[in-house]
């Protein structure tokens, strides 16, 4: 079994305006040094089987098919053999 991690970010020249809200808050609390803030998305499964080839790809599938938008978000993810 393989545990997969993925993070979905939104392409660089693509408006974040969940950042930008967010970056905003955190000027009204004091944090006056942060800048640029993006917003991801973090996310965990399993892939049950045996065969790290069949886990990369059914990870990578499952990422372009189902947790990505393809034409705003770029993806990267690993995938660790667990017990």
Avoid: S
Avoid at 50 to 72: F, T, W
């Amino acid at each position: 079994m393989f545990k997969a991690t993925v993070i979905v970010r939104k392409r660089p020249k693509i408006l974040d305006p969940q950042g930008k809200a967010v970056e905003q808050g955190a000027k009204h609390l004091g944090f006056n040094n942060v800048l640029k803030t993006r917003i991801g998305k973090y996310i965990e499964f399993f892939v049950d089987t045996d065969d790290r080839e069949a886990a990369n790809n059914e990870v990578k599938q499952y990422c372009e098919k189902l947790l990505v938008n393809p034409n705003i978000e770029d993806f990267e993810y690993k995938i660790e053999v667990v017990e």
